[in-house]
């Protein structure tokens, strides 16, 4: 199984600041099949970035992905107050399809 | 407008069932794959498996075998998932996603085992 490894655990920045997320795979997953999902709480996921660099439909371009092989970036590129959520990667390109353990991005 | 509304909430006993339906409108059930995905009280999210909705052949992940069956009804556009045999450690957020992408994802079903 490919394993999700992202950091940090929980990020602290404040509205108008630069975010930058993490993910690393225990091996090589193909750019196509790694996204990018928020959570906001008793929310469901969202989908934010596919193919490791495409927007989903009506994702401000604020959000930013980045990587190739075994490591991807998500990039916010300046904090809204909506954004302070939790981020999770996954891969499905490769059965079981996985997720990482999340970010959490909240208000310093 | 695409969307995928979810059952709603259900408490069951440990050793029951239970059925969480997820309808899908905008567009064709048999379109698109539907995978399911789980979120234990606190946790990440796990991958329970996808159905192909052409076929109707479920792919189930390691640890998911057994009791959880994906099942679909394309006269009603809506796909299930059925666990059986309810353990205390089921209880979780269900969430139905549309496609390999996940674009579109159900509310959620909150499924408490509780005796």
């Known amino acids: 199984d490919i394993v999700l490894t992202q950091s940090p655990g929980t990020l602290s920045l404040s509205p108008g600041e630069r975010a930058t997320l993490s993910c690393r795979a225990s091996?090589?997953?193909?750019?196509?099949?790694l996204a990018w999902f928020q959570q906001k709480p008793g929310l469901a996921p969202r989908l934010l970035i596919y193919?490791?660099?495409s927007r989903a439909t009506g994702i401000p371009d604020r959000f930013r992905g980045s990587g190739s092989g075994t490591d991807f970036t998500l990039t916010i590129t300046r904090l809204e107050p909506e954004d302070f959520a939790v981020y999770y990667c996954q891969q499905c390109g490769s059965s079981p399809y996985t997720f990482g353990q999340g970010t959490k991005l909240e208000i310093k | 407008q695409v969307q995928l509304v979810q059952s709603g909430s259900e408490l069951k006993k440990p050793g029951a069932s239970v059925k969480v339906s997820c309808k899908a409108s905008?567009?064709?059930?048999?379109?698109?794959?539907m995978n399911w995905v789980r979120q234990a009280p606190g946790q990440g999210l796990e991958w329970v498996g996808w159905?192909?909705?052409?076929?109707?052949?479920?792919t189930y992940a390691q640890g998911f075998t057994g009791r959880f069956v994906f099942s679909l009804d394309t006269s009603v556009n809506t796909a299930f998932l059925q666990i059986s045999s309810l353990k205390a450690e089921d209880a979780a957020v269900y969430y139905c996603a549309r496609s390999y992408a996940m674009d579109v994802w159900g509310q959620g079903t909150t499924v408490t085992v509780s005796s």
């Open positions: 159905i192909n909705t052409n076929t109707g052949d479920p």
């Open positions: 193919g490791a660099t």
């Open positions: 905008g567009y064709a059930l048999s379109s698109y794959a």
């Open positions: 091996q090589s997953v193909s750019r196509d099949y």
